[in-house]
């Protein structure tokens, strides 16, 4: 238990910072709940909380800047799968799978999220999309992970090896841990899978002040999923990849089903460029699409928001007729590991953002616990792609979607974005798979060519490779190739 000198230095400091009011009912609470208090607030930099609500409320444009002020990515960064040469995109790919081949790589994945939306309650990696194995969507990345291994590995001595790095939040990282260990961290080696937590910040009012959730405690939410790059220093993960000498990470959000995790494609294309910081996106359906893109924005790379560009704008079109703004961002990045240790010296320059909440608290006056019915107060955060203005060769790399991109974000049911779109996505990309290597899917009974149950194990082809030995045969489903000796069997 703190003592009363140490109790009283702490109030003096949050006096201060204006915040005294967090120990208002100090002196009611038991030893307890005191030293649970106590050691909130001291783990907490309250300077840096009033700092980052300073900044976020009064954003400071320089002079000769404006909002408004964009341009389309410069020729010189940018790249589309969709019309490069195929020797272009094998000599990325090569370039990848050889530093794949010498562990000079690493997978970031952001899964902080709960499939609330989705109607469960579970961390949303763990969620069953219906495939015919009813595999997660953490098992369908970690078996890529070893395919691209064991791919790299080919004829090395030396062990390839892609540390997976997973950031959760506080309330999902002991669901997340339980989910990978009774699945024996689906054929990984635990110690190449990596937990850690993503940061918190205290839910604020309008004005700036602390929350108490309840007496005794803050009232704290995750910081976004820019919070990844502070997360990566404070958990240590900086110093364990200087330790596994990993030169280059990849990193990914949890819900796209389609990810192609540690892509050597991208990894190689980024490093080709000599990009310190990636990013892949996919090509805008339309001027209309409510998709964030990246672009310039004052001579700096930003993600743009839909709502922030306007509509003659978003229509403008490139001498080649593909949209000027157009390159949808996914959340899907490539970093040095320089530029993530690098991103401490700016880290006081980013900005973050509000989000409008309804928070419960309970009322200093009263000591009522309130839930309020609209929102009362904010929480601030940090987007992965708050980096951007601050690279220095930044490459980005366009994708097909249809072969890349499938976010859940919706409840079964919804029609977009959702388990059932996902299902979709994946097996109409493995469809493909057969029939570019010249096999050919037939329906079976009760199926119909949009309603097919078949899958190939993410083991048996990362991409589209290793399936030669189809040519010329007609599968019929339900069929799942899930080793490489269901292979033969057709």
């Known amino acids: 238990m703190p003592t009363v000198t140490e109790v009283e230095a702490l109030k003096a400091k949050y006096a201060e910072a204006g915040q005294e009011h967090l120990f208002t009912f100090y002196n009611e609470l038991s030893p307890e709940e005191q030293t649970s208090l106590f050691n909130q607030l001291s783990k907490l930099d309250i300077e840096r909380v009033n700092r980052i609500f300073k900044k976020a409320t009064s954003p400071e444009i320089a002079p000769g800047t404006d909002k408004q002020n964009l341009e389309p990515l410069p020729d010189e960064v940018f790249d589309s799968i969709l019309d490069a040469d195929k020797s272009k995109i094998k000599e990325w790919n090569d370039l990848g799978l050889n530093l794949i081949s010498q562990n000079k790589v690493a997978v970031l994945l952001m899964a902080g999220g709960q499939g609330t939306r989705l109607g469960s309650s579970d961390p949303k990696g763990c969620y069953d999309i219906r495939l015919p194995s009813h595999k997660s969507l953490f098992q369908l990345q970690a078996e890529r992970i070893q395919r691209l291994q064991n791919i790299a590995q080919d004829d090395k001595t030396k062990q390839v090896i892609i540390p997976w790095y997973i950031m959760t939040s506080g309330p999902t990282r002991p669901a997340t841990e339980a989910f990978f260990k009774k699945n024996n961290y689906f054929g990984l080696k635990e110690e190449n899978v990596i937990f850690f937590e993503q940061g918190t910040l205290p839910a604020l009012t309008n004005d700036g002040k602390v929350f108490l959730e309840t007496k005794s405690k803050l009232a704290i939410a995750p910081d976004g999923n820019g919070g990844i790059y502070a997360a990566l220093r404070n958990e240590k993960i900086l110093d364990s990849l200087k330790t596994r000498d990993i030169s280059y990470v990849h990193a990914y959000c949890v819900d796209n089903c389609l990810v192609r995790v540690a892509d050597p494609v991208f990894i190689g294309y980024c490093v080709s460029k000599n990009a310190d910081c990636g990013a892949k996106v996919v090509r805008k359906a339309s001027p209309e699409e409510p998709v964030g893109v990246i672009a310039l924005r004052n001579s700096k790379f930003n993600v743009v928001e839909y ?27 490539f970093y040095t590991v320089d530029f993530l240790n690098r991103v401490e010296s700016f880290e006081n320059e980013l900005e973050y953002h509000i989000a409008k909440k309804k928070i419960k608290h309970t009322d200093i006056s009263s000591g009522e616990y309130i839930s309020p019915s609209k929102p009362n107060g904010m929480k601030l955060e940090l ?81 589209g490779e290793n399936l030669e030995v189809l040519n010329g045969k007609t599968i019929k489903t339900p069929a799942v190739i899930d080793t490489l000796a269901d292979l033969n069997k057709f």
């Open 307 to 333: 709502s922030e560009i306007d509509s003659s704008v978003a229509a403008q079109k490139k001498p080649n007729g593909q949209l000027s703004f157009g390159a949808g961002n996914i959340a899907n990045h």
């Open 383 to 463: 987007f992965v792609f708050d980096v951007f203005p601050f690279t220095e060769r930044m490459a980005v790399l366009e994708v097909d979607r249809k072969e890349e991109f499938s976010p859940l974000k919706n409840a079964p049911g919804t029609g977009a974005d959702d388990p059932d779109t996902s299902r979709r996505d994946i097996i109409n990309q493995h469809v493909r798979f057969v029939e570019n290597a010249g096999g050919k899917i037939v329906p079976g009974d009760g199926e119909s060519v949009d309603n097919l149950n078949f899958e190939i194990s993410p083991l048996v082809s990362y991409a």
